[in-house]
């Protein structure tokens, strides 16, 4: 069984900032790719960012040069540096990991529970 634990979010003025932290805990034989999407009320679960193993990453058009996703490979846990945050990044912040578990023959998704980030204006 393999576990994700968000942390971090919270309420924050416009310019302000937040990090998120997502552990990943189990029986883990290995991590792919860590990543975040979130989802605002009334719409679609969106990419938000993510981070291969080998630390090659990717953003959504609109958090370039404002957020930055980040990993520690040894602690199974991925980052997200959220800064200059909008009212539209106001949404449920969901970390996802592509697992090996030990004992398994290949790789599945977990997604963690979620993290609630607000953005007043």
């Known amino acids: 069984q393999v576990q994700l634990v968000e942390s971090g979010g919270g309420l924050v003025q416009a310019g302000g900032s937040l990090r998120l932290s997502c552990a990943a805990s189990?029986?883990?034989?290995?991590?792919?790719?860590m990543g975040w999407y979130r989802q605002a009320p009334g719409k679609q679960r969106e990419l938000v960012a993510a981070?291969?193993?080998?630390?090659?990453?990717t953003y959504a058009n609109s958090v370039k040069g404002r957020f930055t996703i980040s990993r520690a490979n040894a602690k199974n846990t991925v980052y997200l540096q959220m800064n200059s945050l909008k009212p539209e990044d106001t949404a449920v912040y969901y970390c996802?990991?592509?697992?090996?578990?030990?004992?398994?023959?290949?790789?599945?998704?977990?997604w963690g529970q979620g993290t609630q980030v607000t953005v007043s204006s």
């Open positions: 996802n990991a592509d697992v090996h578990g030990t004992g398994t023959t290949g790789w599945a998704d977990h």
């Open positions: 189990g029986s883990i034989f290995s991590i792919n790719a």
């Open positions: 981070i291969a193993s080998g630390g090659t990453t």
